[in-house]
């Protein structure tokens, strides 16, 4: 059935993306921050409430996990109090309303990969900002809560992925964690997740929405350097002791998508996703 989908972030990495795909079946309208000030929660509610869209699917956040740490009150209006704006606004549409988190609500100890069902333990600002944000999105009776996590391709690609390719390209060096484990999620395999939920009804709630599988960043690094076919890629593995980064981040990050799996939709592993990702921007770019 065409539904009227409102996409916000709709300028972002995801979400054109996901503006471009549901553009295929559904009547689409992509707002990006300047569309829609999200500060002025009665002015957001209100125009919202005059579009009227079945489906409001917010790919917008404020994705500085360090500069978190300097300016919280940025963090927390965009990942928070933005989020509890929009829940208002679907709730009172008896829309569904679709959100974006992350894996930094968990505080990385584990030994195994996170399931939907595990305690969060936000560690940092940006952690803090994203859990609050599920928690407000969650008061919506029919929402999907997505944990994502080192999001990847699109056309608007600035990830650690998309750096590090572009350094390997260029023959620079990269510095990779060696001891950080992340399930690393391809912008094309949420979009495609996220339509399948949204359109074939699938049961509301959290669900982790990553690529199947985990690696460190060092051993993705090296993977990438093989796909790009650069042997001679210079990856140096680093410590996150030695990162001296402002915001703390879990060294044991993966993700388990069972949840997603037994909802009917498959997510493939990241080497998959990551040899379709590299083969994309290599047919684009012509190497």
Not at 14 to 23: D, P, R, S, T, Y
Not at 29 to 38: A, F, H, I, K, N
Not at 215 to 240: F, H, S
Request: hydrophobic share 45%.
């Amino acid at each position: 059935m065409k539904q009227l989908v409102l996409v916000l972030g709709a300028k972002g990495q995801l979400g054109e993306a996901m503006a471009i795909a549901l553009a295929q079946h559904h009547e689409v309208v992509g707002w990006g921050r300047s569309d829609l000030d999200l500060n002025e929660p009665k002015t957001a509610v209100s125009r919202i409430a005059a579009l009227c869209p079945d489906v409001v699917i917010n790919c917008a956040a404020y994705n500085d996990v360090d500069g978190a740490q300097a300016q919280p009150e940025e963090a927390l209006a965009v990942n928070a109090w933005a989020v509890r704006t929009l829940a208002r606004a679907s709730n009172d549409l008896d829309a569904t309303f679709v959100h974006y988190s992350t894996d930094f609500v968990f505080d990385g100890v584990s030994e195994r990969p996170y399931r939907e069902d595990d305690e969060p333990n936000p560690r940092g600002t940006y952690a803090v900002s994203k859990l609050l944000g599920e928690w407000f999105a969650a008061e919506v009776p029919r929402h999907y809560v997505l944990r994502v996590e080192s999001l990847f391709g699109g056309s608007n690609a600035r990830s650690t992925i998309d750096k590090m390719l572009t350094a390997i390209q260029a023959s620079q060096e990269v510095r990779a964690f060696a001891d950080r484990t992340v399930s690393p999620s391809y912008v094309d395999d949420v979009v495609t997740a996220t339509v399948a939920l949204v359109d074939g009804g699938r049961p509301w709630g959290l669900y982790h929405c990553v690529n199947t599988g985990w690696t460190t960043w060092a051993t993705l690094a090296r993977e990438v350097a093989k796909l790009a076919e650069r042997p001679d890629a210079r990856i140096a593995d680093v410590p996150m002791a030695q990162s001296g980064l402002a915001a703390p981040r879990p060294k044991f990050a993966a993700l388990s998508n069972a949840k997603l799996a037994m909802a009917g939709i498959e997510m493939p592993t990241w080497q998959d996703a990551l040899a379709r990702y590299v083969t994309r921007v290599r047919n684009e770019q012509n190497w």
